[in-house]
Structure formats: structure tokens, C-alpha cells
């Protein structure tokens, strides 16, 4: 059983599509990077509509309250203040992004110890030493609604944690395994945790660009899963207690055996889809400074309490020197607090977006299919049918990953597929480039000796025009011999001989190849040339014609070349004549042979009487003769012929040909001498077939003086050849 062998175009395209999906799976930053700025495109054409009652508002620190009030920080009495004013206006829940962990230092007992060292303070001390703490009036103050307090996640202390406010239930994988976490934790003070409904973490965990994109809902510190800063808001204002985790391998996740992660954490009847790390991407809207109530007017009571009935309200930071700003894909620089914010919104409105467990195995699908369609289509239909069905595939894949987003949310990458696609078809395209260049110096090789170079050139340029392996089409043969051969070549030592022979059929090989020849052979002393093939030509039969008349000529100006120099040496000079048979018929073309060896060639009758008309001219004696065929291409064209036998006998042949010598071009065909020795030769012809032998003599007597006056190859023989055929009349 034979071996499967692989082509190079298989193993390359495999080879691509595998790194591709590899690269995929391993997915570096600058995948990841690109993958972000198509979702960060999506979210600048389509960003979320922002619900105008605006459920969720923000008490903004920013700097016309630090300006009024106070620079930073504040006592917390200020922040008691604040939420004392959220209670009474009917907030639904405060979350507060602070993370209060030490005491005031503008408490009273704070300032009394301070003022202990000036004894002219003693009755102040005394005083100050009777009020609350700051701290204090800040707990009491959350008494009054649910109030969510920040913690921060921290690897460099080891502080434990207090438990959680909220409790979970977990169906599936722990989720803990999935989660981003720390060791340890910076966390409010239990003044003020004791009193909060919510404790939550305020950390982020941004792309490598820093861009926040996601905001997580779960995270562990020193092992113990604690809600995020947003689930917490959510979960005290709806009131409930307990978040429910479902994570792979829970009831109904099909995880097929693997950890995937997080996938929705549920309040209430509110569902979150997540990432397989517990994060919300983000649905962002456009920021609205009509979310923000600045903190001096909470203060002063100058505020519009409706604007806070009911809702879920933010406490956080805008001023600059305050250093909470991130970036979004909306806007490079917004507050921390307007990201909470915006998250819970998101999770009230549902407008989530979601990058479904099913979206990488998806893209790695489409990469795989279009790829092979692709490589296919290169190997079979070529470069400019692959291009347009990866432009098609690629547009496919993007209007469909832009309908999946703005319709249902789904985040779908199109690019890296796209570009994978595209790294088949340059690598395709390459590798069909190199094919045909390939192909091209093939051609050029194998014609380059035996083929015009104009023709190679044509071939090169578009190798489908040869037909490797045969075809059937009609061909015009030459076969040319040197008369007398072996008597001339009589005394030369090899190396004379082959200089002699390469001297003799040069120019006799440039002529055929000026006339878009193809040379088949060289055998000793003759050379066989056809028309036709490899590259058609509707011309072929004059252009062989052309040939022979130019080679006969050729063979003059050799003869006088050679005259000359033997009469410099003082040698006897022996011309050379060749005999040019020429016949057009219907040939099988190709390569003949084998895989290691093979030559381009034509098999068929017409051959074998071609190279029979060639024998024939030693009978006739003139030096061009062709078929009928040929002919009557060289009538149409206006070559000057004459007809020698309507019904010729060749040499192993049963089929009588009708044969003609060719005496010239168009030229000669026209002048008065060639008129003259046409109506000559046709009184010739006639008196012999009449038997009429003084007519004949006479006749050919005329003929060979009208024959000496034309510019063409000498065609003597014919009427030696008319002559001898007298002696038998």
C-alpha cells in the first residue's frame, strides 16, 4: 500500500491554521489587546441607553465641594451628614467608595489628645473629651438605611478579613478557584462595619491597557469569597441576603468535564452573566452629569431630595487630586465611582453584555472551516476566487459578530479570525506564486532549447496553455536532411564532425525558432520541427513554409561561406544541399516518456509522411515538397507552388499523396519570371502525361531558364527529375 505523501500546499496551510489556533488558545496580549479595541469600537457606535430617571446617582466629592467644605479628607461627621440627608430624601441604599480604615483624625478625641500638651486648653480637652467620634456619629447616621462600606484587597498585609455581610450559595465548581483574589485585606473600621448592611470590594482588575472593562462581582481575600463593592449595592438595595453562584458543572452548565468558571451570579430574580472569572463586562453609557449631585449641595440642603428617592446612591470622589479616575472605552478619564455606578445600572437595566462560553470554540470553528475553503480554493480555483470568498467570509463574520452585539449583547471577535484567514491566503497565495514561478523556469527550461523565446515566454507567462500529457490538434511538420552526408563527412575526426554538424543546423535552428517553430529533434545529419504546439497558431502551415524557404537560403550563404574558405585553403569545395519535406495533419502532442525522462514531442501519421515527403525530394529533386494540407495554406497565403504528383507512392505508405514543391514566397509568386515558368511547367506537365517527349524537352528546357531568373532556392532537380522520367516515356 502506497505511502500517503502530503503536498506542500497541504502541509503549509495546516501548518498555519494549527499556529493560528494555537496562538488563539494561548491568547498573547497583543491578540487579547486587538480582540478589546473591536469590542471598545462596538461599544463607541452602540453604547448602552442610559435609562433617563437614572436609578442610580452619585454624590460627587468633587472640586467645588473641596473648595466649599474643605480640602481632603473630611471629617466624617461630614460624611454622617451626608448620609443623614440620603435617608430622609428616601434613598433605596448608600454605597460609600471610601475605604475607612483608620480613625478621624478630626474626631474630638482625636483633637483632644492633641490639645492635651497646651495646659491653657485643659477645659477644652475636658469638653472634647465628652463628645462622640466622628466614627461614631458616622455609624450611627447608617443606622438609619443600608449603607455598603469599601474594603480593598491587599497581598502586602496579613490581615485577615471579618466574614462577609452577604452569604452565597454555589451550584457547581467552587468558584473561589476562578475568582481573582488576595492575601489579605484592608477593611473598614468594625465601628463602622458593625452597622453596615454591606461590606464590599472596591478593587479593579484592568486589561494591560489599563482600560477598565469589567467589573468583578466576586473576589476571594486570604481564601474567604467576598462580593464586590457593585454586587453589594445591588444586593442591600433589593433587600436580600443571599447571592447565588453558578459556576461549571452546576445545573444546567455544560462544562463537558472542564472548570470553565463563573458563570452567572443571581440577586434576587436578577440574573448577571460573567466571565469565567466572576467579572460584568461592562454595557457602558455615555457619562451624564445628570447622574452627579455635588456634595456641597447635600450639605447645605440645597439639593433636590426626589432625585434620590428610591434609589441607589453612590458616594464617591470626581475631584482630580483626589486620584480615583479610570479609563473606559467611552472616555479616557472618569471617576471610580461613575464605573460602580454604571455596573449597577447595567445589572438593573439587564442590558448586559456577554462573551458566551461557546464564543472562542466558535471563532477557532470559523478559522478552521474558511481556512480550508480558502487553501482549497487557492489550490484549485486560484488566488482571485480564494480573495473573494475570504472577503465574503470575513465580511460574513463581521456583520454577524456586529448583529450579535447590537441585538442580544454577545461579544464576538472578527478579527482574529479574519486575520488568521487572511494568513492562509498570504500563505496560499505564496506558496501558488512560488508554484508558478516554478512552473514558469520549468518552461522556460524544458522549451527554452526547442522553442522560440517569444513562444517560451507566452508559456511561462500562462503554463495552462501546455497541455502536459498529449492532445490531439493539427501540426505542420518539417523534416530537413543534408543530401550526401555521409560522403562529406568522409575524414573528419569526431570533434570536426560535431563542429561541422553545430555549424550547419545554428542557423538553420534560429530560422525555425524566427518562425515560432518548436524543434522536436535532431537525428545525425536532420532536424525534425513542428507548428502548432506547444503554443497554437492559426498560422502554422505558411509560418513552417516560411521556414523552409528561409533555411534553403541559409544553406546558400553557407555554401558560399564555405566555397570561399576552401578556396583560400586551396581545397576542393563540395556544397551542401538539403531536402525539406514538409505535411500538415492531425498529431498527438505532449510530453512522451517517463517522470524522469521525458521530451515533448508529436506521434501520428502525419509525422511518419512528412518524414516520407522529406525522402521524396531526393526523387524529385526539389529541395522544398509538401502535402496537400500544407498546400493549400501556402495558395491562400500566395506562395508560389508548383504541383508535382496528384498521387505520389512514398516509401511504406499504401495511401497515394498529392505533392507539391515550394519555389517561393508571395514575391516570387508575382513576378514575371515564376509566371513564365508556371505556364511552362503546366505545358510540361501535360506533354509527359501525353507522352509528347520533344514538347516535353523543349518545354523543359523553357522552364529551367524561367527558374534561373527567380530569387528563390534553385529547383534544378525537378527538371533533372522530369528529364530521367523521359527516358521511359
Known amino acids: 500500500m502506497p505511502l500517503f505523501r502530503p503536498s506542500l500546499h497541504l502541509v503549509v496551510t495546516a501548518a498555519v491554521l494549527v499556529a493560528a489556533v494555537a496562538l488563539r488558545i494561548l491568547d498573547p496580549s497583543p491578540v487579547a489587546r486587538l480582540r478589546l479595541s473591536i469590542f471598545d469600537s462596538y461599544l463607541n457606535l452602540a453604547p448602552r441607553e442610559a ?50 480604615a483608620e480613625p478621624d483624625r478630626l474626631s474630638p478625641e482625636a483633637l483632644a489628645r492633641q490639645a492635651q500638651a497646651r495646659s491653657e486648653l485643659a477645659p477644652i ?69 458593625k452597622p453596615a448592611a454591606g461590606i464590599g470590594a472596591v478593587n479593579w482588575f484592568p486589561a494591560k491597557d ?10 476571594t481575600l486570604g481564601g474567604v469569597l467576598v462580593p464586590t463593592l457593585a454586587l453589594e449595592t445591588l444586593r442591600t438595595g433589593m433587600g436580600e441576603t443571599t447571592a447565588f453562584i453558578r459556576s461549571s458543572g452546576g445545573s444546567g452548565v455544560l ?33 451624564d452629569p445628570r447622574r452627579y449631585v455635588s456634595a456641597h449641595k447635600v450639605l447645605d440642603g440645597t439639593f433636590d431630595a426626589n432625585a434620590f428617592t428610591g434609589r441607589y446612591v453612590l458616594i464617591g470622589a470626581s475631584a482630580t487630586g483626589l486620584l480615583d479616575l479610570r479609563a473606559t472605552p467611552l472616555a479616557s478619564s472618569v471617576p471610580g465611582v461613575e464605573i460602580h455606578a454604571q455596573a ?33 480554493l487557492i489550490r484549485r480555483s486560484g488566488p482571485l476566487a480564494a480573495a473573494a470568498t475570504g472577503i465574503a467570509a470575513v465580511a460574513a463574520v463581521a456583520a454577524g459578530s456586529w448583529l450579535a452585539f447590537s441585538s442580544g449583547g454577545l461579544l464576538v471577535d472578527p478579527v482574529y479570525p479574519s486575520l488568521a484567514l487572511l494568513a492562509v491566503y498570504l500563505a496560499g497565495s505564496l506558496l501558488s506564486f512560488i508554484r508558478t514561478e516554478t512552473d514558469r523556469a520549468r518552461v522556460k527550461r524544458a522549451f527554452g532549447h526547442y522553442v522560440a523565446a517569444p513562444l517560451v515566454e507566452e508559456l511561462a507567462a500562462d503554463p495552462a496553455r501546455l497541455k502536459l500529457g498529449g492532445e490531439t490538434r493539427d501540426i505542420t511538420l518539417l523534416f530537413a536532411d543534408v543530401r550526401g552526408f555521409s560522403r562529406i563527412s568522409e575524414g573528419m575526426d569526431a570533434e570536426t564532425l560535431i563542429r561541422f554538424v553545430n555549424r550547419l543546423f545554428t542557423p538553420l535552428s534560429e530560422i525555425i525558432l524566427d518562425h515560432r517553430g518548436t524543434i522536436d529533434k535532431f537525428m545525425g545529419d536532420a532536424v525534425m520541427a513542428f507548428w502548432n504546439a506547444p503554443v497554437a497558431d492559426p498560422d502554422h502551415a505558411v509560418r513552417a513554409c516560411r521556414a523552409a524557404l528561409a533555411m534553403q537560403l541559409a544553406m546558400e550563404r553557407l555554401n558560399r561561406e564555405q566555397a570561399a574558405c576552401k578556396a583560400a585553403e586551396g581545397e576542393p569545395h563540395r556544397p551542401l544541399r538539403i531536402g525539406i519535406g514538409l505535411n500538415t495533419g492531425p498529431c498527438c502532442v505532449g510530453n512522451v ?31 522544398i515538397i509538401m502535402g496537400e494540407r500544407t498546400a493549400r495554406a501556402a495558395e491562400t497565403a500566395g506562395l508560389a507552388l508548383l504541383e508535382i504528383d496528384i498521387a505520389a507512392r512514398l516509401r511504406g505508405k499504401d495511401k497515394p499523396e498529392r505533392l507539391f514543391a515550394l519555389v517561393g514566397d508571395e514575391t516570387t509568386a508575382a513576378s514575371p519570371a515564376f509566371v513564365e515558368l508556371l505556364q511552362h511547367y503546366t505545358r510540361l506537365r501535360a506533354a509527359v502525361t501525353q ?39
Open 255 to 287: 462544562a463537558f468535564g472542564e472548570e470553565t468558571g463563573v458563570e452567572t451570579v443571581r440577586v434576587g430574580e436578577t440574573v448577571l452573566p460573567t466571565a469565567g472569572d466572576g467579572q460584568l463586562w461592562i454595557n457602558y453609557a455615555r457619562p
Open 593 to 623: 516518456g517517463s517522470p524522469q525522462r521525458f521530451d515533448y514531442s508529436v506521434l501520428g501519421d502525419a509525422v511518419n509522411v512528412a518524414s516520407r515527403i522529406e525522402d521524396a525530394t531526393k526523387i524529385y529533386g526539389a529541395p
Open 691 to 729: 507522352g509528347n517527349r520533344q514538347d516535353a524537352e523543349a518545354e523543359i528546357a523553357s522552364s529551367r531558364t524561367a527558374a534561373r531568373a527567380l530569387a528563390a532556392p534553385p529547383i534544378d532537380g525537378l527538371f533533372d527529375y522530369y528529364a530521367a522520367s523521359l527516358t521511359q516515356v
Open 51 to 100: 435609562d433617563p430617571s437614572f436609578p442610580v446617582r452619585i454624590v460627587d466629592i468633587d472640586e467645588t465641594s473641596l473648595a466649599m467644605v474643605g480640602q481632603w479628607p473630611w471629617p466624617r461627621s461630614e460624611i454622617a451628614r451626608i448620609v443623614e440627608h440620603l435617608t430622609k430624601a428616601g434613598a433605596k441604599t448608600v454605597a460609600i467608595d471610601l475605604i475607612l
Open 344 to 376: 449597577v445600572e447595567q445589572m438593573l437595566s439587564g442590558a448586559h453584555l456577554v462573551r458566551p462560553a461557546y464564543a472562542t470554540g466558535a471563532e477557532i470553528l470559523f478559522l478552521l472551516a474558511a481556512g480550508i475553503l480558502v487553501a482549497t
Open 210 to 219: 489599563q482600560i477598565v472593562r469589567q467589573v468583578p462581582l466576586l473576589t
Open 125 to 193: 480637652v475636658a469638653e472634647l473629651a465628652t463628645l462622640p467620634s466622628n466614627d461614631e456619629m458616622l455609624a450611627r447616621a447608617m443606622s438609619g438605611l443600608p449603607v455598603v462600606l469599601g474594603l480593598a484587597g491587599d497581598s502586602a498585609t496579613n490581615r485577615k478579613p471579618a466574614p462577609p455581610k452577604a452569604s452565597f450559595a454555589v451550584a457547581g465548581d467552587d468558584p473561589r478557584l476562578f475568582v481573582p483574589g488576595f492575601a489579605a485585606a484592608i477593611e473598614p473600621l468594625p465601628v463602622l462595619a
